[in-house]
């Protein structure tokens, strides 16, 4: 995605304790579907029922449950410089008044968001089904190394954001809504937009489309990787030795040269394990599930999600 989101995003996941928007916004989102993350995309795979990976009787799904509305309804750099009143004349209506609010975006980036009545779904029993899922989604049913599962989503009666693309960004908006209090006029049904200025995104959505998640993220347990990465240190050991016995040519190298641990963590070291070591009894043993963080917020904004 583009770097215009990421103060959004980052300030959603803080503001509604770890909700994430669906990335590109518009894309809809299940209890247990699992993605991964590419090129600033979440890239659905599938889902853990729909694929059958978990049974449903094997699964407890609630449902309905509603979410302190003030928690999601917030902005970043936004203020709003004009409120009032006015009149206007209408061909047929003739002479009405209306309310207006020119709201102003103090940077690329700054934000206004508003969801009226979200309510959230989610796995009940995640604790009971999270050792299977590591099973069949990297031994029995797939092969994966890293992969997330969604594990909550939330879903608004309706609701309204809008993005500046650029610094001193404004948005006028009005209402001709009858006893209709200013300072709620952003985000109401009744609002229209009269003119922007470098408003990079700017949507009413007022379908409940699950368009936030939480989300489980499978990763690779410390103390194994920390094993598998020793070992590599120790295979290291020597290493320019051996070259300068086995190889003809005279090669130079340091004698006090150390291989780099932090590169290291930094490759997939499930690659180096012998055949066999890893299957459907020791997967436990190797992996672990996380909650989803701002970590995984910021792949949304880098090339490669990995």
């Known amino acids: 995605m583009e770097g215009v989101y990421r103060n959004f995003y980052r300030n959603f ?30 890239i659905v795979l599938g889902n853990i029922f729909r694929n059958q990976v978990i049974d449903v009787h094997e699964v407890e799904i609630g449902d309905q449950y509603q979410l302190n509305p003030t928690g999601w309804s917030f902005s970043d750099g936004v203020t709003k410089p004009y409120s009032g009143r006015g009149t206007g004349r209408g061909p ?12 102003a975006f103090a940077g ?22 999270q050792q299977a899922l590591i099973i069949r989604l990297t031994q029995t049913y797939y092969s994966f190394r890293s992969v997330y599962v969604v594990s909550e989503t939330v879903a608004a009666a309706d609701w309204t954001l809008a993005i500046a693309g650029a610094s001193q960004a404004e948005l006028e908006i009005a209402t001709d809504a009858e006893n209709f209090g200013l300072l709620d006029l952003f985000g109401h049904h009744s609002s229209r937009t009269i003119q922007s200025r470098d408003i990079e995104f700017y949507q009413r ?19 194994r990787m920390e094993n598998l990465i020793t070992d590599l240190m120790v ?33 997939n070291t499930l690659d180096m394990l012998p055949p066999n ?12 599930w996380i909650e989803a963080s701002l970590d995984d917020v910021e792949k949304l904004f880098t090339s490669d999600g990995e």
């Open 235 to 267: 295979q290291w050991r020597d290493y320019n030795e051996w070259a300068s016995r086995f190889y003809a040519y005279d090669y130079h190298y340091d004698l006090h040269y150390n291989a780099n641990m932090v590169a290291f963590s930094e490759i």
């Open 13 to 42: 996941y803080r503001r509604t304790n770890g909700f994430i928007p669906v990335a590109p916004m518009g894309q809809t989102v299940y209890p247990g579907d699992f993605f991964q993350i590419s090129n600033g995309q979440m």
């Open 205 to 223: 959505e007022e379908k409940r489309k699950s368009s936030f998640y939480k989300a489980k993220k499978l990763v690779l347990r410390e103390e």
């Open 108 to 129: 690329r980036g700054s934000f206004i968001f508003k969801a009226n009545e979200p309510e959230s779904v989610k796995i009940l029993n995640w604790n009971e089904i």
């Open 92 to 103: 047929i209506a003739g002479e009405f008044e209306f309310c207006k609010q020119i709201l």
């Open 277 to 288: 070591e890893l299957n459907p009894n020791t997967a436990l043993l190797y992996f672990k």
